[in-house]
């Protein structure tokens, strides 16, 4: 649902997982995500559902898997093999990485519950970013010209 610039919705990824790592949660996530320019772009030359965004050929809400089968077919067609829906999910998250979010801020837009899982994109976004500030360390200073 979109209310107030912003997509409300229910997070259900995972929630009938049956990975013993994995423990189910208690309620649904609740999610908010503000709709960006770049998005609103997208949402307004995309045809959708009454309620729903991304609608299969038939006009219906994909169901969990179908989604993914159709983003692979489609990434497929396109030569695009190395290409996925979860992918694109990760690529967006190493860009906002290494723009400089913070790994709370990636909780946030990805839902995450465990910092681990935002800091795996931070670490080596921090990495790259902290050794193209720090790379004119290496190079030695002029010498002083007064201290002769």
């Not at 998005?39 to 038939?58: F, H, W």
């Not at 996925?84 to 801020?105: D, V």
């Not at 681990?116 to 010209?145: C, D, S």
């Amino acid at each position: 649902m979109e209310q107030a610039g912003s997509l409300h919705f229910v997070e259900t990824k995972g929630a009938n997982s049956h990975a013993l790592s994995r423990k189910k949660r208690s309620s649904p996530k609740q999610r908010v995500i503000p709709i960006v320019p770049e998005l609103r772009e997208v949402i307004e030359a995309t045809p959708s559902g009454q309620m729903t965004y991304l609608v299969s050929a038939n006009g219906l809400p994909y169901k969990e898997t179908s989604f993914g089968n159709w983003f692979r077919d489609r990434c497929d067609e396109a030569g695009l093999k190395h290409c996925s829906a979860h992918g694109l999910r990760k690529a967006g998250a190493k860009i906002a990485a290494e723009n400089g979010a913070t790994a709370h801020q990636l909780m946030a837009i990805y839902g995450w519950e465990k910092l681990e899982q935002a800091e795996l994109y931070t670490r080596q976004a921090n990495k790259t970013l902290l050794a193209a500030q720090a790379m004119h360390l290496v190079v030695p200073r002029e010498k002083n010209k007064d201290s002769k």
